[in-house]
C-alpha cells in the first residue's frame, strides 16, 4: 500500500482514501490561463473553428463551479475527522 490517508470518523467509521489530491486553486488558475492561451493561438492560426473558443471558455467555467460547489457539499456533509498519513512503506534491503 502507497501513500494513504486515514480518517476516522466521529461516528466510528475508517475511511481509507490515496494521498492524490486535486489541483490547487492557482495552479488550476494557471492551467485554464494556459488552456485559453493556446485555444485563441489555434483560433488565430485557423486550426479550430470559431464556436470551439466559447465552449472551452464555458467548459473552464463549469468546471470552477462544480469544484467550488463539491468543496461547499462536503464541507457540509462530512463529520469533521482526525486525518492520519501513512508513510509508504520503506523495504529493507539484505546484505
Do not use: N
Not at 481509507?16 to 490561463?33: G, H, I, K, N, Y
Not at 489555434?42 to 462544480?66: K, N
Amino acid at each position: 500500500m502507497r501513500h494513504v490517508w486515514i480518517r476516522i470518523r466521529p461516528d466510528g467509521v475508517t475511511e481509507l482514501s490515496p494521498e492524490l489530491a486535486p489541483l490547487e486553486r492557482d495552479d488550476r488558475r494557471v492551467v485554464t490561463f494556459t488552456l485559453m492561451i493556446v485555444t485563441l493561438g489555434f483560433f488565430m492560426a485557423g486550426f479550430i473553428p470559431p464556436a470551439v473558443v466559447p465552449t472551452v471558455a464555458i467548459s473552464c467555467l463549469a468546471g470552477e463551479m462544480i469544484l467550488g460547489a463539491k468543496a461547499l457539499v462536503l464541507a457540509v456533509l462530512r463529520p469533521p475527522a482526525e486525518v492520519l498519513e501513512v508513510a509508504r512503506w520503506q523495504g529493507r534491503r539484505r546484505a
